[in-house]
């Protein structure tokens, strides 16, 4: 078994992946997508499915590694959000080599503050995080961390 991707829908893949690129690296990995037809219908369990958007290479994983996908339905009139279309998610979490100058870059490329930025050492572990929580364009929560010693894998 191995971790794929997560999925976050916004009414603007476009302007989202902009910014994850401006403020994480991220890069898109082809191809974009354009999923329609028969077989999505039956896939996303409505009758006129329909999403573009693009998959984003994580930041520190190699070629093929995890990504984040950025959707945006065409919902047919009438048919209500649900679960695969819908919203939806408590935050994603990105280790950075600084914490502070990450969130100015959010805020400078229409991100915006949840809170400030803190820190807390852990006895247990010997380790002082320092994190914020800040909103994305579309106002999904990414929390921005960083381990004095600089290990992203905690």
Same mark, same amino acid.
């Given at each position: 078994?191995?971790?794929?991707? =997560? ?7 476009? !302007?989202? +992946? ?25 896939? @996303? ?56 100058? +990450? ?9 915006? @503050? ?12 010997? *380790? +002082?995080? =320092? ?13 921005? *961390? ?6 992203? +894998? !905690?």
């Amino acid at each position: 078994m191995i971790y794929t991707h =997560t999925n976050i829908n916004t009414p603007d893949w476009e !302007k989202l +992946t902009k910014f994850y690129e401006a403020v994480f690296d991220m890069e898109i990995v082809p191809p974009l997508r354009d999923l329609h037809g028969d077989w999505f219908e039956a896939a @996303a369990g409505f009758k006129g499915a329909h999403v573009k958007g693009a998959h984003m290479a994580l930041p520190g994983y190699p070629q093929g590694g995890p990504t984040i996908e950025f959707f945006t339905w065409e919902i047919p009139d009438g048919t209500p959000a649900n679960n695969i279309n819908g919203g939806g998610m408590g935050h994603i979490a990105i280790a950075v080599d600084n914490v502070e100058e +990450t969130y100015e870059k959010v805020k400078a490329n229409g991100g915006s @503050a949840c809170g400030s930025i803190a820190k807390h050492y852990y006895e247990t572990k010997g *380790q +002082t995080l =320092t994190l914020v929580y800040a909103k994305d364009p579309d106002g999904n929560v990414i929390e921005i *961390q960083r381990w004095d010693d600089g290990d992203i +894998t !905690k």
